[in-house]
């Protein structure tokens, strides 16, 4: 129906920058940062759809902090707020427009 997603193996990087990478592939290291730069320039060129980013984490504590701060930083004007538990509201298809949706799936347990 017009929304997309984008899966993102996320690893713990040098020098404190968190990676992408398909896990133990021969696949080249992204840096996050640079991925979240690129997505936000092309994620609503063609459609002002909700764009979700599913993060499979593999990232440890102090790496996972500097990704949370490269999504405020970085995705700013297309943030939607976090909601912990069961929101007695959420927010419908319209203000999701332009907007990120990421989910987190810890792989690490």
């Not at 290291?29 to 092309?42: H, Q």
């Not at 599913?54 to 976090?82: G, R």
């Amino acid at each position: 129906m017009g929304c997309r997603c984008v899966e993102l193996d996320c690893w713990d990087g040098k020098n404190k920058e968190p990676k992408i990478t398909h896990g133990m592939t021969f696949t080249s290291d992204i840096l996050f940062k640079d991925v979240l730069t690129v997505i936000k320039e092309n994620a609503f060129k063609k459609t002002d759809s909700p764009f979700f980013l599913s993060i499979e984490m593999h990232c440890s504590e102090e790496q996972q902090k500097v990704m949370a701060n490269y999504f405020k930083t970085i995705l700013v004007d297309f943030w939607t707020p976090e909601m912990d538990g069961i929101p007695d509201q959420f927010p419908s298809p319209n203000q999701l427009k332009n907007k990120f949706i990421v989910k987190v799936r810890n792989a690490l347990n």
